[in-house]
């Protein structure tokens, strides 16, 4: 589904990622897990086209698509779905609008008929449902005003919506009382299928108590270091990232 | 003010007449510096005169009245019967300062020596260093003050013969602020023209105080420039403290520019006076930089005070910051107009604006004309301005809790203007003036002890 | 960025949707103005007495007057000479169904995407039409007149009505008001006349829309409302016009007075033609607007969606007489290209408990100037006067401006008078938030931009808030960066 090679980029004339190395298959839950500043939002934020990154060298696949060559709205409606470290507050534009456009846009480029207003509520309900979400927050305007934790389960929300085929969430579980994580974990299982894939990126094991990841990798100083099992994502919690440091040394 | 009508172009005559009458005395002992100006700029006075109600920079002020009085110019240092060295001692507590006095807008010629001033630092009459060390000046004279539109920048610049100067080397860091002392003295109606020009080199540190006084209780008039010029990296203060009678009227203009790198504050508070015009122009020439410019007063009776700022971005990544408060009593006016011009290319700047206002009577008037100009896209800019009672809500609260309504309300007036006092980087001198505001709104005096004197 | 800098361009280059020209019958003067042609257009309306002298008396006045210059706008001289001052279809309509209208005319309307006839029959607006100068069609005007409310064209108010016209005009706007206003009421030719009488609710939205037409003819509105008494109306002004190569003056005046409890709402959506990509052509907008809340605890509120013309100086303004009146000031104001605005309101509070808003979003593309100015006067006996001012502007590109100048005088110690106001660009986190989502850079900015409006543009009726909405998307198309 993913194939990462050798992906090199910098901010600034600064160099972040140092050369990423990764495969994804269809079905997989990969978790990428590392101490601040190792290089993981910057991966989310590459993968998903956003500007302000150069990229010095490497390649992406997606789909069999070069990845790095395509605008990010068509990233995204190819089935590429980022959930946002910090959600963006859009004063003024009401969620139901905003996903609406979202859905059919989507719709559009897979060739099919945009959802009437009746069938697209209708979606919104169950999939509410689903997560058992309670419904103001598709009434207000896109994130503002939302609590750290309602901008968190409205992007997986979005992403019941979506139903993409890579799902890529970032530091979703920070600062999350249960309940929201209960809300992040349901939604990544939902979506768990052999056509579906997620990556998550993460500071704590906490989020994949609920969430169980197929593989494990250390994101450290731009590059994966270390890659395991799911056990590898216990150590850590364990031992702390200054091992791997060393055993790096 | 059952003042008849003035005739404009009277009043502007007066002062064309007088500069015809006293040209070869303007030139006598100044410097080619400052007398190769004076024709250009009568003739930029000229073809505005003094600004009136219809300009719009001075919409909210008529300086028709004050400029159509008969005045003294004093236009040759005059010598002062008494020793200012010992009828004027600035008493505030703990405040360390080298400190100079200037008369009439002159440089008070028995000034004592300013001891243990850094290497290399020259501090003086700026007609004594026009003088004696012209390459000091040349590159900064005029510069900035020639940008301006304002006839009365030009009016000064026509008649400046002394004022205050300062130059700090690359690198020098003044341990001491430098205290201006500006007085006023004498038996008639008197007009100073006071010319100031302080230079700080790159890395400098300085801090300025200017004080202005009264010592005669007598109308008079100010027509001030200084010019400041902010090397790059520099952190430099400039404050101006008004304490004058309500006699006494003055129109400030500063001009600051501002190198990259730097930082730079200025802070005016105007206690007492009659009317008072303060033009207060930023320049931020260099990227990196910072302004910080604040202002208060307190005003009553018939006194007039307008604050006018323009801060100009004129490179990216400059970050400028104001804050003006006024209390208005009595019959009172006040003015603040406050302008933000991000230049085209001045990405990433960050420029924001206050103006607080509170009316205690219902004669007292605000008129407040806060702008931006914004020419750039990638910036953050605002601008806010109240006019208002204090807040009637934490009076309330404060009754409540068994504070009599007066103490209540100093205390909240006081917590009003001590945001804008705590920005002074002076702590003496910031301990002064809140000394100073809690006097003044308790209606007692609040001029410095020293300048109890008449 | 490149990609939003060509999706910006590409918006912003979209031509003018409204431009085409219908071949009407014009019955024209010559150009130029004097006495004689003032006294000719007041003979040309059949006009009484005191119309012809309000009239002389404003040219006089206006001879002495000069055009102002303190608004920040670059406008290059006008020649006052070179206008045509009258113009106004051959034949004189007076049509009892839409058949018999110049079918030129209806599809122009249609052309437009304001039918005539489902404006009439869907939305239940009375439209009362107004193509260069004389007004051609009123409809519900009988469902009006049963309530007593008079909706009919300037030129027709004055011969049936010439006691309300006679004590009610120049009231909000004095003839010596300011230069454009003086011209306006020495020339006007037609416009609209509202009268609600005391106690009606008036049952449904008036409505006129005003196209420029004829080339080379200034189009010198003049619009009248009257609230008595606890009346209440709600008045929408649209306007469109063909693409022209030279530059049309448009000098309107609009006059509202609200006398005791009366509630007056008057809605604009503007969309005169701005000129093409290039700053060539597009209408001059010297429009003055003022209602006077005459009667106590009465209401005005304006609200414009401006997008169109050239240049647009423009001031909606309250005179908030009355005690415990209110002034309300919502604008969205557009400019895209070359397009100058310097457009805003002024709340002139006199009595006790009287209170103001003013919520203005300014909006700059391409090389655009946008600016807002707007003035809060306190007189010393308006006690308790509150205002709150939000003046907000957004910049799409780096080649535009985006400006504020409010002016604010107090003289009153128990008001109390907020001012807010804050420049940003529109957001590039908000846009790839959009982006990440599936929706393009275009679109996305259109929501933004439209959720930027939204405080706005909910205070517009329905059936107009839909229309501003899809003006705003046009007008942007091209142009972020």
Known sequence: MLTIKNLRASVEGKEILKGINLEIKPGEIHAIMGPNGAGKSTLGNVLSGREGYEIEEGEVTFLG????????????????????????????????????????????????????????????????????????????????GFSGGEKKKNEIFQMAMLEPKLAILDETDSGLDIDALRVVAEGVNALKSPEHSTIVITHYQRLLDYIVPDFVHVLYNGQIVKSAGKELALELEEKGYDWIKKELV | MTQTRINKKAVSEKYSELYKEKRSLLDEGSSPLLNRMRDVSMKRFEQVGVPGFKNEDYKYTNLERVFGKEYRHVLAYETVDVDLNEVFQCDVPQLDTYTVLLINGWYYARNLQLEGLPEGVVAGSLKQISNEQPELLENYLNRQAALSNDPLVALNTAFAKDGFFLYVPEGVKLEKPIQVINLTRGQEATFSTQRNLIITGAKTEAKVIFCDHTLSSIDCLGNNVTEVFVGDGAVVDVYTIQNQNNKSNSVNSSFFKVGEKSNLLSGVACLHGGLIRNNLVVSLDGEHSEAGVFGMSFTDKRQHVDNFTNILHNKANCLSNQLYKNVLDEDSVGAFTGRIHVARDAQKTNAFQRNNNVLLTDTAKMNTKPQLIIDADDVKCSHGATVGQIDLDALFYMRARGINENDARMMLMNAFAHEVVQEIRVEALRDRIDELVEKRLKGELAKCHSCDIN | MEEQDKILHEVTSKEYEFGFSSDFDMDTIPKGLNEDVIRVISAKKEEPEFMLNFRLEAFRKWQKMTMPDWAYLKIPPIDFQEIIYYAAPKKKPQYESLDEIDPDLLETFNKLGIPLEE????????????????????????????????????????????????????????????????????????????????????????????????????QFERTLIIADDDSQVSYLEGCTAPMRDENQLHAAVVEIIALDRANVKYSTVQNWYPGDKNGKGGVYNFVTKRGICRGESSKISWTQVETGSAVTWKYPSCILMGDNSVGEFNSVALTNNYQQADTGTKMIHIGKNTKSTIISKGISAGKSDNA?????????????????????????????????????????????????????????????????????????????????????LNKLPMEFAVEAQKLLQISLEGSVG
Do not use: W
């Open chain 3, 119 to 218: 404006q009439k029959i869907l939305s239940g607006v009375a439209v009362d039409a107004v193509i260069d100068s004389v007004s051609v069609k009123t409809t519900f005007k009988e469902t009006l007149a049963e309530k007593g409310i008079i909706f009919c064209s300037f030129s027709e108010a004055v011969k049936e009505h010439p006691d309300l016209i006679q004590k009610y005009l120049g009231m909000s706007v004095p003839v010596t008001d300011n230069f454009f206003a003086a011209l306006n009421s020495a020339v006007f030719s037609d416009g609209s006349f509202c009268y609600i009488p005391k106690g009606v609710k008036c049952p449904m939205e008036l409505s006129t829309y005003f196209r420029i037409n004829a080339s080379g003819t200034g």
């Open chain 3, 372 to 456: 807002y100015r707007g003035l809060v006067k306190v007189m010393p006996g308006a006690s308790n006067a509150r205002n709150f001012s939000q003046c907000d502007s957004l910049l799409l590109g780096s080649n535009c401006g985006a400006h504020t100048f409010p002016y604010i005088e107090v003289a009153n110690k128990s008001s109390i008078i907020e001012h807010e106001a804050t420049t940003s660009k529109i957001g590039e986190d908000q846009i790839f938030y959009c982006n990440q989502r599936g929706i393009s850079t275009e679109d996305a900015i259109g929501m933004i931009v439209n959720g930027y409006a939204k405080e706005v």
């Open chain 1, 65 to 144: 698509e070069d990845l790095l060559d395509l605008s990010p709205e068509d990233r995204a409606r190819k089935g590429l779905f980022l959930s946002f470290q910090y959600p963006v507050e859009i004063p003024g534009v009401p969620m139901v609008n905003f996903l609406k456009t979202s859905v059919n846009e989507h719709r559009k480029f897979k060739g099919l008929e945009p959802l009437t207003a009746g069938e697209f509520l209708k979606l919104m309900r169950e999939k509410k449902d689903m997560l058992h979400l309670d419904s103001q927050l598709t009434n207000r305007s896109v994130n503002e």
